[in-house]
């Protein structure tokens, strides 16, 4: 009987332990990189065709036609600026 608990528990501690920490190791990151992900949309500085964008960095077809889009307001860099001036 002890010789059978003896080899439970070191199966336990050896096998069983570490698989289950490693288990929930990887719900940890699962559950973190979906609210990473998720969190990409809730930036307040951005408008929502600049958050959501293809993995290529083009915009949504929806996006296009979207009012929130279409008047947006331009924004120019000052070294365009100065050429539009000169």
Not at 29 to 50: N, V
Not at 57 to 68: F, I, S, T
Request: charged share 20%.
């Amino acid at each position: 009987m002890n010789v059978i608990l003896v080899v439970l528990s070191g199966l336990l501690l050896r096998l069983v332990l570490p698989v289950l920490a490693t288990a929930l190791a990887v719900l940890a990151l699962r559950r973190l990189s979906r609210r990473w992900q998720a969190g990409r949309g809730d930036e307040t500085d951005m408008l929502c065709w600049q958050v959501h964008r293809l993995p290529n960095g083009y915009l949504k077809e929806e996006c296009l036609d979207c009012d929130v889009f279409i008047s947006a307001p331009i924004t120019v860099e000052k070294s365009q600026m100065s050429k539009h001036i000169n």
